[in-house]
Nanobody
Framework: QVQLVESGGGLVQAGDSLRLPCAAS????????MGWFRQAPGKEREIVAG????????YYADSVKGRFTITRDNAKSTVALQMNSLTPEDTAVYYC?????????????????WGEGTLVTVSS
């Protein structure tokens, strides 16, 4: 049974940093693209950052470029999202997701597995 377990969320102040790790129970983690999505209250779930199974250049939403960094450790079956210079607009539930087949885009519908999410709240 596939499990993606996020952690690291919490309440922080604007300008602070947080690191969100995600542990995956995928049998062959290195064959999956991994992504971080978020959903703010009243809004649709959106891609934050994605990293392909081969590594390489990661994808970032424009709103987080230069502030967030996604990394993966295939040996430990983990993917992490380092978030710096947080703003109240980053407040959301953050989800780790995985997909086996590569896609050109990082849409919600392209992902096969999801974690339950971790809440990040940024106060002003």
């Amino acid at each position: 049974q596939v499990q993606l377990v996020e952690s690291g969320g919490g309440l922080v102040q604007a300008g602070d940093s947080l690191r969100l790790p995600c542990a995956a129970s995928l049998r062959t983690f290195s064959t999956y693209d991994m992504g971080w999505f978020r959903q703010a209250p009243g809004k649709e779930r959106e891609i934050v950052a994605g990293i392909r199974k081969t590594g390489g250049i990661a994808y970032y939403a424009d709103s987080v470029k230069g502030r967030f960094t996604i990394t993966r450790d295939n040996a430990k079956s983990t993917v992490a999202l380092q978030m710096n210079s947080l703003t109240p607009e980053d407040t959301a539930v953050y989800y780790c997701a995985a997909r086996f087949l590569g896609r050109s885009s990082w849409s919600v519908g392209s992902m096969d597995y999801w974690g339950e999410g971790t809440l990040v709240t940024v106060s002003s």
